[in-house]
């Protein structure tokens, strides 16, 4: 049986990167923008050119020793591991890091949506002999309402109370963006107020 090249802390073990590393690393790959993957004071950045403007926008220009974007379905070789980055349909930017080395492709998918959202690239599927999938609302307890059922509901509401203001809570880097773009889908093309700490 082959020797895993990657360990349970994500470190890639030939090259010595780490995937979205909770401490500063000397070498991260970084799959997207939000602050539970995407962390200041790495040595070298690896990550898509989206996800790089995200993070310098988010944490400043000098987050990172130096940045070395790489772009969707464009393997990187680095040492004998080779890196590609495949969308994976989360926020603008978001990526899957594929990584093969000596003829075992392991696949890391970060957050991953396959729902439509014209805000982040569709996501796409990767072969693999390895999977490591992030969870979240995995448990079948999660059953979400369809995104255009809901904007359909919430601009009832605001027909039926035109005198009242909706407030709409979402996270600021990506939920956001979705949500704007939902309700413009939906018809919405009147002003959308955003509270300050959305800005950025
Ligand atoms: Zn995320």
């Known amino acids: 049986m082959a020797t895993p090249f990657l360990d349970r802390d ?47 926008v988010r944490y400043g220009e000098d987050c990172a020793g130096q940045f070395q974007p790489l772009e969707f379905n464009t393997p990187l070789q680095v040492d004998d591991v080779t890196i590609t980055l495949v969308p994976a349909g989360h926020i603008l930017g978001s990526a899957q890091v594929v990584m093969e080395h000596r003829g075992q492709r392991a696949v ?62 979402s996270y600021a880097l990506g939920k956001a963006q979705r949500v704007i773009a939902l309700l413009r889908d939906a018809g919405w093309d009147a002003p959308i107020y955003l509270h300050g700490a959305m800005i950025r």
């Open 10 to 56: 994500l470190r890639v073990i030939p090259i010595d990167a780490y995937i979205d590393p909770p401490q500063p690393r000397a070498r991260a790959i970084i799959t997207h923008g939000h602050s539970d993957h995407a962390r200041s004071g790495h040595g070298a950045v690896l990550a898509t050119p989206d996800t790089i403007a995200i993070m310098k």
């Open 108 to 169: 890391f998918t970060g957050d991953y949506k396959r729902l439509p959202d014209r805000t982040a690239q569709p996501f796409e599927l990767a072969e693999c002999d390895l999977f490591i999938t992030e969870a979240t609302f995995g448990l079948p307890v999660f059953q979400h309402p369809r995104p255009l059922d809901e904007m359909a509901r919430l601009l009832r509401s605001v027909a039926a109370f035109p005198e009242r203001s909706h407030v709409i809570g």
